[in-house]
C-alpha cells in the first residue's frame, strides 16, 4: 500500500491565523487575495507583540476542513496508508509551538477521527520523509516525494505550470481534484 503524505495547513484546512492577524492589526484581509504568506506585515517588535497577542489563541478550534476533504480521505485512507504531516514550531517564538501542536493534535482527532493519531508526523522539516505521495501546499516541501502534488494556495499562485510540469508537480485546486487524480471513487 502507497503511503500518502498530507500536509494540513492551507491542504486540510486554512487556519485562523489570518483572522487573528485582521483582529491584531485592525485590518481587513482576506484569504483569496493574499499573494504571500501574510506575516510579511509584520515587522520588527510588531512581531513580537503579535505572538504574545496569539499565545493564548487555537488557531484551529472549530475552523472547518476544506470542502471535500474529509469524504476524500476517508475514500483514499481505503486505498492508501495516509499519514498527516505538519510543522508545528513557531520560529518567531518556540515557547508557544507546545500549544500549537496540542491545537493541532486535537483538531485532526476529532475533524478525522478514521487517521489515528500513530500516523500524524509532526516536524518541521518534510523532506526527512521517503514519501511515495505527498500533498503540501509548499513547493520545497515536496522534493523527497516521489509523486509530488501542490495544493493551490495564494502564495503558490505565482509558480508556473510549466516550471511545476519541469520539477514533476501536479498543481490541485480541491479535494475532487485530489480524488481524481489518486483513483479513489467519487460518491458525487
Not at 53 to 81: H, T
Not at 132 to 149: E, G, H, Q, T, Y
Amino acid at each position: 500500500m502507497n503511503k500518502l503524505f498530507i500536509d494540513m495547513d492551507n491542504c486540510i484546512t486554512d487556519s485562523k491565523i489570518l483572522d487573528y492577524i485582521n483582529e491584531f492589526l485592525h485590518t481587513n484581509y482576506e484569504l483569496d487575495k493574499q499573494t504571500n504568506f501574510y506575516l510579511q506585515d509584520l515587522t520588527g517588535n510588531k512581531k513580537s507583540k503579535f505572538f504574545d497577542f496569539l499565545k493564548d489563541k487555537n488557531l484551529y478550534g472549530d475552523y472547518p476542513l476544506k470542502d471535500n476533504c474529509f469524504d476524500v480521505l476517508n475514500n483514499l485512507n481505503e486505498i492508501y496508508d495516509i499519514y498527516i504531516i505538519t510543522s508545528y514550531i513557531w520560529n518567531y517564538n518556540i515557547d508557544i509551538s507546545g500549544d500549537n501542536l496540542k491545537n493541532k493534535y486535537y483538531y485532526l482527532r476529532e475533524k478525522l477521527s478514521f487517521i489515528p493519531p500513530e500516523k500524524y508526523i509532526f516536524t518541521t522539516n518534510k523532506n526527512i520523509i521517503n514519501a511515495d505521495i505527498m500533498i503540501d501546499d509548499k513547493l520545497d516541501n515536496l522534493s523527497s516525494a516521489k509523486v509530488k502534488i501542490l495544493f493551490d494556495a495564494w502564495h503558490n499562485r505565482n509558480i508556473d505550470d510549466d516550471k511545476l510540469k519541469e520539477m514533476g508537480v501536479v498543481r490541485v485546486c480541491n479535494w475532487l481534484e485530489v480524488l481524481d487524480l489518486l483513483g479513489g471513487k467519487n460518491n458525487e
